[in-house]
């Protein structure tokens, strides 16, 4: 009797493996706290190094560093960073996310690039001790559904986006991430801080970060050096930190989301939420 019990449970553990093991990933989530910000620093640019990596080590802010080869990254070491300076990064305790290795846009036309494009990253961070990336961004803030279960293949568990398709691309606006809702492969930015983007708005920006939403932030340069639109000054930046350690925000890096979401589990519709989130906005 023991035995046949025994065989039975057997049995009935390994077909329930799966939704016992989703269940336990489920339970051992932290519900997502207020005033949570998740911090991204995109195209490989050399003041993340100078100017971003002092302050944020000053303030124990997590962060992830996305990065490209693309634009001059080869020959102008004046505007971005070496290789020895990102995996100083990685050190740090900073997350290195994949960024493309030529800053490709990833549409219908382009997908089946994209393998290699993140490959051409991961040989380059093996090559500096720096772990594959598991995090992605999506160049140029474009987005295709269809490239979703190439980054999954790939190893990729969360994937930030812009603004768009809620608003325009090229904008400075965004959604705060809402766990469960956006697909973790389509993690919307916040905001995307422009020249003209002021403090007033940054604050604005950061009373998204409660009930359940967490506030998802894309910097360039800080400053900037090719890309003058979005140039963030350094004193701007030093107040932004400033704000955040002052109101006692959490900071986190991309990756530090799966204490509070599953990456496994996805939307059915990955459009769904951003669909909603347009016609409230009465597109
Ligand atoms: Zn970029």
New binding site residues.
Partial sequence: MKLIWQVLSLVFLSASLDAEEKKNAVSALEPMPDKLVVLTF??SVKSHFTVARPILKQYGFGATF?I?EGFTFTTNKNDYMTWDEIAELNRDGFEIGN?TRD?KGVNLNTIDLLEEQLTGIDIRCLEYGIPPPISF?W??NGIEVEALKVLRNHGIRWARRGGFPEYPRGGERGFPYEQGLDHPLLIPSAAIPRPEYTFEEFVETLKGARDGKAVVLQFHGVPEGEHPWVHVPRETFERFMAYLHEHDFQVIAVRDLARYADWRIEPKDPMAVVEARKAKLGQ
């Fill in positions: 995109d195209d996305f490209t960024h800053h961004a160049p140029g």
